[in-house]
């Protein structure tokens, strides 16, 4: 039961009307309605507050920036007459204007093309040296690569790894040094040696009278059959990597791939290169000098070897073959390869410099 607040009479609790005087109860709805309009109400009335003080913020700061303005022209103003008033002074001195009349002197036509063959050398000065800036911009890209070649070439002189990949192009760039370079050695030391044959053969007939010789040494070239050279190095350095990279393959190397075996054999192999440009200079001296580039020649195919035989036998192993009998199988391959090259290459130079025939010619003297 509650009680009627306007007549204090008992009515049922869920009664909204007073039987006695006809007092109606507010539901819990009609609450919840006016605190919400209410709370609306209140939240209109922040904004409009809000707004206002921004738009007091927007009005004072447009009433400085029009203080500003006037302030502004006000300096212009005293500028502008500050330069007038020096112009006056100017006008009203006649020293100044004596000194205005020589310096607006007219240029006699002499002068005037000195002064423009001037500025076009100028002109054409700064153009050569954007042209040189753009040139060593151009160059700047090979220069750090040298650059970062000789300090991997340096590296690797002094502390070659087998079995391991440091470098990207290093690899490749000892590739084609090492080739060319003794290329050019067992071409110059051929030469040398038909030279010397041909000048024996020469005294050789003179001696012992039979007439005047046919052989000329002159007509011999300083570097005799370099292409043929060429070919067989490079060939042989290829079937090297070939029988390398079957053998990964064949070991299931991760990353097995030709770069990759050309890059493992060669890049150790930095020392070559000096070998190589020393052997190429010892052939060039000639002399005392030649048996000392044939050694080299020799240590040249020597440490290839072993940078051949040193990433077999590192490779790795999973399916745990015999270490020894399966570095023997790519070791056999390349040297079956390497004789049948060495033997096309030396029959190519027996038949072209026509040394059987010169041995011919001596037995029957």
Not at 45 to 63: G, I, R, Y
Not at 229 to 234: D, V
Not at 246 to 272: T, Y
């Amino acid at each position: 039961m509650k009680k009627c607040p306007n007549c204090q009479t008992e009515v049922e609790e869920e009664a909204l009307v007073c039987p006695q005087c006809g007092y109606q109860w507010e539901t819990n709805a009609e609450k919840v309605e006016q605190v919400v309009s209410e709370e609306v109400v209140s939240e209109e009335k922040t904004q409009s507050v809000q707004q206002a003080a921004n738009e007091e913020v927007v009005s004072e700061e447009k009433t400085q920036n029009v203080q500003q303005a006037a302030n502004d022209e006000v300096v212009s103003e005293e500028k502008t007459q500050s330069v007038q008033q020096a112009a006056n002074e100017e006008v009203s001195n006649p020293e100044n204007e004596d000194k205005a009349q020589t310096t607006v002197a007219p240029q006699t036509p002499e002068e005037s093309e000195e002064e423009t063959n001037n500025q076009s050398s100028e002109n054409s000065k700064k153009v050569l040296d954007f042209e040189k800036l753009d040139d060593f911009e151009a160059l700047k890209p090979h220069i750090d690569q040298a650059k970062n070649y000789f300090e991997e070439f340096k590296a690797t002189i002094l502390h070659p790894t087998i079995g391991e990949i440091k470098y990207k192009t290093l690899g490749i760039i000892n590739f084609i040094v090492i080739g060319l370079l003794f290329s050019l050695t067992f071409s110059r030391l051929l030469g040398v040696m038909l030279k010397g044959i041909y000048g024996a053969m020469n005294q050789f007939t003179n001696m012992f009278g039979f007439g005047q010789s046919s052989y000329g040494s002159s007509s011999i070239s300083a570097f005799p059959m370099f292409w043929l050279f060429l070919l067989a190095i490079f060939l042989t350095q290829i079937i090297l990597v070939l029988v390398y990279w079957i053998f990964e393959i064949i070991m299931q190397k991760e990353g097995a791939s030709f770069k990759n075996a050309l890059d493992q054999i060669f890049e150790p192999l930095s020392v070559l290169v000096v070998v190589g440009i020393v052997a190429f200079v010892f052939a060039l001296l000639g002399s005392v000098f030649l048996k000392l580039a044939l050694i080299l020649c020799v240590l040249y195919l020597l440490i290839l070897r072993y940078s051949f035989d040193g990433n077999i036998w590192l490779i790795a192993n999973p399916k745990g073959f015999n270490r020894f009998y399966i570095t023997m199988i790519p070791v056999a391959l390349y040297s079956v390869v390497s004789y049948f090259v060495f033997k096309i290459v030396l029959g190519v130079l027996i038949e072209n410099s026509n040394i059987l025939g010169i041995i011919e010619n001596m037995l029957r003297f």
